[in-house]
């Protein structure tokens, strides 16, 4: 696991600046603490940190090939290189060393593009062809490793995180304001676009190739199968190939040189690969877990129970408020975007608890997407489609429509489940799957942004772009079962962040994580399963559970999903109300005429009062006003709350007991 970063400049005659990429380089230095390299050759530039996980003493980057006319740099872990470098000797090739670095850049001189094709793993990496003058680039099937890069009319950048691209007070800073719909409904951006203008991600199974004749290619190499309608196979059939291949991917996600652990929260996914890896393992599983002293946002007595299954040596630990506020800048500034999800926050923590013992993690990302297990969002959806066809067959418009106005007055504990029922809804995906789980539904967006709306600042950003569009294209691609519909959607938009999330914070600890439920082989297998053998009646993960049923405790098994719980909103109704009136309602942001300053604060003090629950709505535009003050104002992490004296005495005290990392 490792940072990657590059520069292309198109004129054949300029020469790439080595100060500068390793200026880059040294940006991410956290993600590969173990070793650095550069390669310059006039025109081009490739730079590598390393974190060594498999031939610690070989496969220094970026690296040559034997005729020193490819270099790569590389970014992840191919699973079957073994297999693959075997395959690649009995075509004659050659290899200096036992890395899977050596491997991929073999396997791209023998294939070319289509390389990609025959990995398995997680990846993202850059190779520069002199004998095509030519770079190519190239992302995993799921997004599990970041790339991304900007285009000027002079040169090509590329590097794992944003903040490499950005190391000149040339290359801009820009907010991209055209993401904000997007931002406020999804809480994250599910297309190429960044919070940067001018910076993109290479989305996930997708290369690119520059070449000086052609320019840019695209190429998009690999989509979820679509579910096979008319299966050969029984339920019990599925559940015999999902227990062997999870435990196939299992075993391939172990291989390493270094010590490796498991991160375990107690729920049914980490407990799985806890008791399928114990038996693979020469000594007890090292594992990890965090929770908060609130008891509603505390899983750590299920995960030391699992822990105790499987005869683990087990660390936990608890997370303060007062830790979580300290280290929320700095990661933000590790993340270069506003976090989506307060998890991240406990995440890293918890990451930096393991890197101590440990340097690489399993964990159970992925399983809720590939398996239907979101309890809520899946059930709920598929419960207001089938009620609500009912419900129009019924009743007729004026009734449907009285029964609409009649909700708003209801109190707002039963109003709030109303207006996310099919008594609220229209029967299409717009409304059941993307608006009813948005973060700021429509008319929320509308109020926060209508001086864009009705006055644009700038003609060429459309502030009205559907927010949905990605989630609908995938959404529609998958057939007619609702329940596979969210699922496909899912793997391709809310999963992207999910993993952007695991990986940022994770290295921000010099720690690399894995995720088994996303190796190629099980993804293959299972997104091909009718929905109805995944879900059975509101069961959900139902598929999972029963290949899973013999090796986990009982009441594990059963329990209800909690996903990771942060008591932010509580939070902020206590003692951290004064960092949301000094932050959110402040005056630099005011000044910043971004969002409506009566429709925030109108947010907060509903809040803040008890009238409504807007933690998740408070929790981006916290994160959105700190995003701003350290990459469009500069300020370093650790001033962000310098304008709030008894909140920056909170800073001192986390960093003096070492909670927080400095940026």
């Not at 789980?437 to 109020?447: D, G, I, L, Q």
Request: proline letters at 5%.
């Amino acid at each position: 696991m490792c940072g990657i970063a590059g520069i292309l400049k198109f004129d054949a005659e300029a020469n790439v600046s080595e100060g500068v990429l390793v200026q880059m380089r040294e940006t991410i230095r956290h993600r590969g603490p173990d070793g650095a390299g550069t390669m310059v050759q006039g025109r081009i530039g490739l730079a590598h940190r390393r974190l060594a996980i498999i031939d610690i003493d070989g496969g220094p980057q970026p690296m040559p090939n034997n005729a020193r006319d490819c270099w790569i740099t590389y970014n992840g872990e191919l699973y079957n290189y073994k297999t693959l470098r075997a395959e690649l000797e009995a075509v004659g090739c050659e290899f200096n060393s036992q890395s899977d670095t050596e491997v991929l850049l073999r396997a791209y001189e023998v294939y070319g593009d289509l390389c990609v094709e025959k990995f398995e793993g997680m990846f993202a990496f850059a190779v520069w062809d002199a004998r095509q003058k030519s770079l190519f680039m190239a992302r995993d099937r799921l997004g599990i490793k970041p790339l991304y890069y900007s285009v000027s009319e002079s040169e090509l950048r590329f590097a794992s995180e944003v903040k490499a691209l950005l190391v000149e007070p040339t290359q801009s800073h820009t907010f991209n304001a055209a993401v904000l719909p997007d931002f406020l409904a999804n809480r994250y951006l599910a297309g190429s676009e960044t919070f940067f203008t001018g910076v993109h991600k290479l989305l996930p199974a997708h290369t690119l190739r520059w070449t000086a004749k052609e320019g840019f290619r695209q190429r998009h190499y690999w989509q979820p199968p679509l579910t096979n309608e008319d299966p050969q196979g029984t339920r019990a059939d599925y559940v015999e190939q999902v227990r062997t291949t999870l435990k196939e991917a299992v075993r391939s996600h172990l291989i390493s040189d270094v010590p490796i652990g498991l991160f375990l929260s107690g729920g049914l996914d980490s407990t799985a690969l806890a008791a399928i890896m114990a038996p693979m393992l020469d000594a007890p599983i090292k594992t990890f877990s965090v929770g908060f002293s609130d008891a509603s946002a505390n899983e750590l007595g299920y995960a030391r129970a699992a822990a105790e299954a499987v005869g683990a040596e087990h660390r936990d630990m608890e997370v303060t408020a007062e830790q979580f506020f300290a280290a929320l800048p700095h990661l933000i500034w590790h993340e270069d975007e506003p976090l989506a999800f307060t998890s991240s926050v406990p995440l890293h923590l918890l990451s930096k608890l393991a890197s101590e013992h440990v340097k690489v993690v399993l964990t159970g990302e992925g399983a809720d997407e590939l398996f239907i297990g979101y309890d809520y969002r899946y059930r709920m959806t598929a419960f207001n489609q089938r009620w609500g066809q009912r419900f129009n067959r019924v009743s007729s418009a004026r009734s449907r429509a009285l029964v609409a106005e009649f909700i708003p007055r209801l109190p707002y504990g039963i109003r709030r489940y109303a207006e996310r029922s099919f008594m609220s809804l229209g029967t299409e995906p717009r409304e059941l799957f993307c608006e009813n789980f948005s973060v700021f539904r429509a008319p929320h967006r509308e109020a926060l942004l209508k001086e864009k709306f009705q006055h644009p600042v700038d003609p060429l950003v459309d502030i009205s772009v559907d927010p949905h569009r990605h989630t609908l294209e995938f959404f529609a691609a998958a057939g007619d079962d609702i329940v596979q519909c969210m699922s496909h959607a899912d793997l391709q938009t809310y999963l992207v962040e999910l993993l952007m999330k695991q990986d940022q914070m994770s290295m921000s600890a010099s720690l690399e994580s894995r995720v088994p439920f996303l190796d190629n082989r099980l993804v293959d297998l299972v997104a091909a399963i009718p929905a109805r053998f995944k879900m059975q009646g509101w069961e959900t993960k139902s598929l999972l559970r029963e290949a899973v049923r013999d090796i986990i405790p009982p009441a594990i098994l059963q329990r209800r999903k909690m996903g990771f719980p942060v008591p932010f909103g509580d939070w902020l109704r206590g003692p951290f109300w004064n960092l949301l009136e000094s932050v959110v309602l402040g005056r630099r942001a005011r000044a910043r005429r971004l969002l409506d300053a009566h429709a925030v604060r109108q947010l907060a003090y509903e809040h803040r009062l008890g009238k409504a629950d807007h933690g998740e709505r408070l929790w981006l535009l916290l994160n959105l006003e700190i995003w701003q003050r350290i990459f469009v104002d500069g300020d370093h992490p650790s001033a962000v709350y310098s304008d709030n004296p008894h909140v920056e005495e909170l800073v001192h005290h986390s960093r003096r007991s070492g909670a927080i990392l400095t940026s």
